[in-house]
């Protein structure tokens, strides 16, 4: 189905950015352009759910999403045309379940790869396993949004990246986990080990004044530049790491100035009591990167006095969400080269998430709100136009 539904115009802003090299500087620089994000496409699927996209095989132009409703338990497969090609449900799967907590998910050659608190499953075409290599390191588990399964070509050789530890230590708050120290994926090359990615000492998450959720929101790597990008929820940091030289501590962090940003850092100081105040901040929701490009979606910030000025208080009551719900924008832009090339636009009431993105200027995206009137579930295909293009 073909639309062509809407253009946004943009133009660009200034920014900084941290390098975290021996001789780092800050960089501040201008670049005023603008584009247009165009609804070339749009893919209706035939299935009824809550989808969201985790992979894509460039060689048949088959989608790999799983289905938030029975979070890791339940994906579906299909087409440009929306076909279902086919689905897996692992509450039954019989022998073909995979065991434990789901780490992240893919495709791979003619089938798929599952990295689970079992181990790592190879399924073919038919999601029937073949093969399995066990984890005889199995961890606490901890909450993945994303379930990516990244493949790193490295010297000839590929391995996997997959989020399973966002930590590498926990302390309760109030009832809450709050996550210091390190996010802890798991890397398979044939066997299963652990890789700790070091925050660096300029990340306010490793200041003793505040106590923070630490969670790791997003990430993503590219084949493309052989970094790894990842990013939490309440920093306004990308963090970059090449594996190729450093497998622990980040060569780049990128302060992305997000312009809809905000957070008030005074509700995160240690000991204070009001920790649901952060549901007002900033959030970074998703990473994902092309060709050298990194896109960031992210939710504005909710000014806390005028919120406590209209009676509403720091809790989850409906109230209060719904206040924030509609005050909150949901903002998109672009960094390359560790730069934001273009401002930030706020696509809420237009586009919802990004899932995927095929090169620097196309992306795959959820539609804001989902029509009801249709039997299955719809995703656009985005073009990001420069406007001297």
């Given at each position: 189905?073909?639309?062509?539904?809407?253009?946004?115009?943009?133009?660009?802003?200034?920014?900084?950015?941290?390098?975290?090299?021996?001789?780092?500087?800050?960089?501040?620089?201008?670049?005023?352009?603008?584009?247009?994000?165009?609804?070339?496409?749009?893919?209706?699927?035939?299935?009824?759910?809550?989808?969201?996209?985790?992979?894509?095989?460039?060689?048949?132009?088959?989608?790999?999403?799983?289905?938030?409703?029975?979070?890791?338990?339940?994906?579906?497969?299909?087409?440009?045309?929306?076909?279902?090609?086919?689905?897996?449900?692992?509450?039954?799967?019989?022998?073909?379940?995979?065991?434990?907590?789901?780490?992240?998910?893919?495709?791979?050659?003619?089938?798929?790869?599952?990295?689970?608190?079992?181990?790592?499953?190879?399924?073919?075409?038919?999601?029937?396993?073949?093969?399995?290599?066990?984890?005889?390191?199995?961890?606490?588990?901890?909450?993945?949004?994303?379930?990516?399964?990244?493949?790193?070509?490295?010297?000839?050789?590929?391995?996997?990246?997959?989020?399973?530890?966002?930590?590498?230590?926990?302390?309760?708050?109030?009832?809450?986990?709050?996550?210091?120290?390190?996010?802890?994926?798991?890397?398979?090359?044939?066997?299963?080990?652990?890789?700790?990615?070091?925050?660096?000492?300029?990340?306010?998450?490793?200041?003793?004044?505040?106590?923070?959720?630490?969670?790791?929101?997003?990430?993503?790597?590219?084949?493309?530049?052989?970094?790894?990008?990842?990013?939490?929820?309440?920093?306004?940091?990308?963090?970059?790491?090449?594996?190729?030289?450093?497998?622990?501590?980040?060569?780049?962090?990128?302060?992305?100035?997000?312009?809809?940003?905000?957070?008030?850092?005074?509700?995160?100081?240690?000991?204070?009591?009001?920790?649901?105040?952060?549901?007002?901040?900033?959030?970074?929701?998703?990473?994902?990167?092309?060709?050298?490009?990194?896109?960031?979606?992210?939710?504005?910030?909710?000014?806390?006095?005028?919120?406590?000025?209209?009676?509403?208080?720091?809790?989850?009551?409906?109230?209060?969400?719904?206040?924030?719900?509609?005050?909150?924008?949901?903002?998109?832009?672009?960094?390359?080269?560790g730069q934001n090339k273009l401002r930030d636009v706020d696509i809420k009431g237009?586009?919802?998430?990004?899932?995927?993105?095929?090169?620097?200027?196309t992306l795959l995206f959820s539609p804001w709100i989902r029509d009801e009137s249709?039997?299955?579930?719809?995703?656009?295909?985005?073009?990001?136009?420069?406007?001297?293009?």
């Amino acid at each position: 189905m073909k639309n062509l539904i809407f253009g946004i115009t943009i133009i660009t802003f200034s920014l900084c950015f941290i390098s975290c090299k021996k001789n780092s500087s800050q960089v501040s620089y201008e670049d005023q352009k603008s584009f247009s994000l165009v609804i070339e496409d749009s893919i209706l699927v035939e299935y009824l759910g809550v989808l969201g996209v985790i992979d894509f095989n460039k060689e048949n132009n088959r989608y790999l999403a799983k289905d938030y409703n029975y979070d890791g338990q339940v994906f579906v497969v299909f087409d440009e045309q929306g076909t279902v090609i086919n689905t897996f449900d692992n509450r039954i799967a019989g022998s073909n379940a995979y065991k434990g907590s789901l780490y992240g998910v893919g495709f791979h050659l003619d089938g798929y790869m599952i990295a689970s608190g079992g181990g790592v499953y190879y399924y073919n075409e038919h999601w029937e396993v073949v093969d399995f290599v066990p984890d005889l390191n199995t961890t606490d588990t901890y909450y993945n949004y994303w379930h990516k399964l990244m493949r790193v070509n490295e010297n000839g050789g590929d391995s996997y990246l997959f989020l399973y530890r966002g930590n590498e230590e926990s302390r309760s708050l109030e009832g809450i986990d709050v996550y210091l120290a390190s996010p802890v994926f798991g890397r398979f090359d044939g066997e299963i080990f652990d890789h700790v990615f070091k925050t660096p000492k300029e990340s306010i998450y490793v200041d003793p004044r505040y106590d923070f959720n630490l969670f790791v929101r997003c990430f993503a790597y590219s084949n493309y530049s052989r970094k790894f990008y990842f990013a939490f929820g309440s920093d306004p940091n990308l963090y970059r790491y090449d594996l190729e030289k450093d497998l622990i501590y980040p060569d780049t962090v990128i302060n992305m100035n997000l312009e809809y940003y905000g957070m008030e850092l005074s509700n995160f100081a240690a000991g204070r009591k009001e920790v649901f105040a952060g549901a007002l901040d900033s959030r970074v929701v998703n990473l994902l990167e092309a060709e050298g490009r990194v896109f960031i979606a992210y939710s504005s910030a909710v000014d806390h006095k005028k919120f406590i000025g209209r009676g509403f208080s720091y809790d989850n009551s409906p109230e209060s969400m719904e206040y924030i719900s509609q005050e909150k924008k949901f903002v998109f832009t672009i960094f390359e080269d560790g730069q934001n090339k273009l401002r930030d636009v706020d696509i809420k009431g237009k586009l919802g998430m990004p899932w995927y993105a095929f090169d620097k200027n196309t992306l795959l995206f959820s539609p804001w709100i989902r029509d009801e009137s249709l039997n299955g579930e719809v995703f656009y295909k985005v073009k990001v136009v420069l406007d001297e293009e």
